[in-house]
């Protein structure tokens, strides 16, 4: 079964440095990747996704994600992050093998201090 | 509607009774899902579904039950509510065949008392 590990519960960065957010994961076979993020009282919204080609996709936002089957990650980074960008930020797997079951990790805080 | 919807957004519910938290989606996505989501424990994946007519158990499927009978609809049937059973409601879809990416509802919130 498919699997995604965040590492960190909170990531604190200052307003304008750049921000990462870790995801590995775990699947058989070849992985579907994406990361979503989710502001206070509401749904998750989608940011980005890796599917196939190039290994660095760019997303909404300004945030972008590179994929790297050998050490089967998916950061997600951003740059220079901003006091908006502080929210709750999930990294999702799936792959296709009789089902289209779609696993999500525990999320990661991220605070982005003015 | 557009996109996907879930009702109620939030409901109170006396612990014993059965509850139906309705999903719907217009997309005409082959893929659905219901996610609880529990502070500090991410989403976690219920129930889901591939295609109408078809439904699989997620990670904590216990205490909850599904129907697919169509594309659209995909509701989730809570026997006998317990208090633990007091996270958020998610639902989603995708179109799996085209690697979309799953588009969730807003949410509803459920507190058994």
């Known amino acids: 079964a498919q699997s995604v590990a965040q590492p960190e519960d909170q990531v604190n960065v200052a307003e304008g440095n750049p921000l990462t957010v870790k995801c590995t994961y775990s699947v058989s076979g070849n992985p579907y990747l994406f990361w979503y993020v989710q502001y206070p009282n509401r749904g998750l919204q989608f940011l980005l996704k890796?599917?196939?080609?190039?290994?660095l996709v760019k997303g909404s936002y300004g945030f972008e994600a590179e994929f790297n089957k050998s050490q089967t990650s998916f950061h997600l980074k951003k740059p220079s992050a901003l006091v908006s960008d502080s929210a709750l930020y999930f990294c999702a797997v799936r792959t296709y093998y009789g089902n289209n079951r779609l696993a999500f990790g525990k999320g990661n805080q991220v605070v982005v201090i003015p | 509607i557009a996109g996907i919807t879930q009702a109620p957004t939030s409901q109170i519910l006396a612990a014993g009774r059965r509850m139906t938290l309705r999903c719907t989606q217009d997309m005409r996505h082959n893929a659905m899902y219901w996610y609880r989501q529990d502070l500090g424990l991410g989403l976690r994946l219920i129930h889901y579904?591939?295609?109408?007519?078809?439904?699989g158990k997620g990670e904590v499927p216990d205490g909850y039950s599904v129907s697919r009978a169509n594309t659209d609809d995909f509701p989730l049937t809570l026997a006998s509510a317990v208090p633990s059973q007091t996270p958020v409601y998610f639902c989603?879809?995708?179109?799996?065949?085209?690697?979309?990416?799953?588009?969730f509802g807003q949410g509803t919130r459920l507190t058994v008392v």
């Open positions: 989603a879809s995708s179109d799996s065949d085209r690697n979309t990416e799953a588009f």
């Open positions: 890796y599917i196939t080609g190039d290994n």
């Open positions: 579904s591939n295609t109408a007519g078809t439904t």
